[in-house]
């Protein structure tokens, strides 16, 4: 069974209706009536001397995708994943099939296969197959127009070489500052190699370095069936070629747009496992992101994420994903100094032993004299479940919760399941609407092992309309 199954066969054992194709689509118009019902307000936007900033823009757009759409198979996608095919489709007619042997590569797990890596590549318009072995690198980087397909990830292992600096991105691609397009990652695992660090030392160098891949700038792209280990930042980073704090109401220019991130699974990393930033048009869907290490971080102040929808980012889809043993499973925010994600859809999630199974929020922009988040606006979420929230080392003064909801404006959620220990705990809360968010509706909520709960449900006084049954 693959992971796609057996994400889906858990969700079903908790969601009935998961299972059914129908019974899905359903929930999902029933999610988007909710969200039609919301009407939201955010703070107004006051131009100032950083609209001239090149970096970055100001934000103004606070449009939605449309609903998801269900296949009569049950398979769930945006409705701009059909562009996305239609352009990986002319790639595949475009690339010339090359073996990574060819051009001296062994997959011994001791040569040195940097050189060959960049001569099977070239500047593009390649497949560069990779047969199964242990292949040593010092990082790839892949131009436009470039397919790098693996055997699978049981038999293609990349693994980062032992003299690597600490920022080696082990796959990115090759031009950041003007962008490139039509990238294809397929069937490998790799190992971004921690172990050449001392057991003590940050494994991360800052900024958008340190991940096992990072997509910088890049329009089109799929990343398909790759297992990520040990990476020093995030597993996956899908970003502009800068992250862009200069304030709530702008982004960063060059973000990366339609990009497919599938079947991943991703373990030990220092901040998230998959993340994207200042960035349109995402779908991560069947992956599974867990056990962080959180060593990107100060120790007990890890913010480490199983999947973090961040700054800026828009228009994102999240599809079938699993989450265990993370600060946060979800977690959609920003930064103070930068633009919340926005329009963000979530069907069928599964978070196990995550301190805070679903995290919505505007860092900065909560309470008291703190500015109202201009921008922190649309999450539709069908069936979450939140699997025994629990206390963490990566973030020893967080306390567990099913859900929060923080500063963002209307949020739409339907059908949504948490589950605690059974213990005698009367200081257990479950949800918490909180600080400055308004306009959340959450139908269908079951709560079990929470009735020895003195308020399972919070909602503070900070808040607008709150709607819940």
């Not at 919301?38 to 995708?65: C, H, I, P, R």
């Not at 329009?219 to 862009?244: K, S």
Request: charged letters at 20%; hydrophobic letters at 35%.
């Amino acid at each position: 069974m693959d992971q796609e199954q057996i994400i889906q066969q858990k969700l079903t054992s908790i969601f009935p209706a998961y299972g059914s194709p129908i019974k899905k689509l359903e929930a999902v118009d029933k999610t988007e009536k909710l969200f039609r019902t919301l009407t939201g307000s955010l703070a107004k936007q006051k131009s100032s001397w950083l609209s001239v900033n090149a970096l970055s823009y100001e934000k103004n757009d606070f449009m939605t995708e449309p609903p998801v759409l269900v296949s009569k198979a049950g398979n769930v996608f945006p409705l701009w994943k059909m562009v996305l095919d239609f352009e990986m489709t002319w790639l595949k007619k475009r690339t010339k099939t090359v073996s990574i042997l060819d051009y001296g590569a062994v997959g011994d797990g001791k040569k040195d296969c940097t050189k060959s890596f960049e001569k099977a590549i070239s500047k593009g318009f390649r497949r560069v197959v990779i047969p199964p072995g242990e292949y040593i690198v010092r990082g790839i980087e892949l131009p436009s127009h470039t397919e790098l397909i693996g055997s699978g990830i049981n038999q293609t292992v990349l693994i980062l070489h032992q003299n690597a600096p600490k920022k080696t991105r082990l796959i990115t691609n090759k031009h950041h500052l003007n962008g490139d397009h039509h990238i294809y990652i397929e069937g490998m695992s790799l190992d971004w190699n921690v172990k050449r660090l001392s057991s003590t030392e940050k494994t991360a160098s800052g900024g958008t370095y340190s991940s096992g891949i990072t997509l910088a700038q890049v329009t089109y792209a799929m990343i398909r069936n790759v297992n990520i280990t040990d990476p020093g930042l995030h597993g996956v980073d899908v970003t502009a070629t800068l992250y862009n704090y200069a304030g709530d109401g702008r982004r960063a220019n060059g973000g990366s747009r339609y990009v497919w991130i599938d079947q991943i699974k991703t373990s030990g990393f220092g901040d998230d496992g998959i993340t994207t930033h200042h960035s349109d048009y995402i779908f991560i869907s069947n992956s599974y992101a867990h056990h962080p290490s959180g060593r990107s971080h100060k120790k007990g102040y890890s913010n480490s994420n199983g999947i973090e929808v961040d700054d800026g980012s828009q228009h994102v889809t999240l599809v079938n994903n699993h989450t265990a043993f993370c600060f946060g499973g979800i977690e959609i925010k920003a930064h103070e100094t930068s633009s919340a994600a926005s329009d963000i859809q979530i069907i069928g999630h599964l978070s196990e032993h995550d301190n805070r199974s679903y995290n919505f929020r505007h860092i900065g922009h909560h309470q008291g004299d703190d500015a109202y988040s201009k921008t922190a606006f649309g999450i539709r979420g069908t069936f979450l479940a939140a699997c025994y929230p629990q206390l963490t080392e990566l973030y020893t003064a967080s306390t567990p919760r099913a859900l929060v909801i923080s500063a963002y404006q209307k949020v739409a959620i339907h059908h949504f399941f948490a589950v605690t220990k059974q213990e005698d705990r009367s200081d257990k809360i479950a949800l918490s609407i909180q600080y400055r968010a308004g306009e959340v509706a959450i139908k269908e909520v079951r709560l079990k092992n929470y009735e020895q709960a003195i308020k399972s449900v919070r909602i503070g006084k900070e808040t607008g309309r709150v709607y819940m049954d």
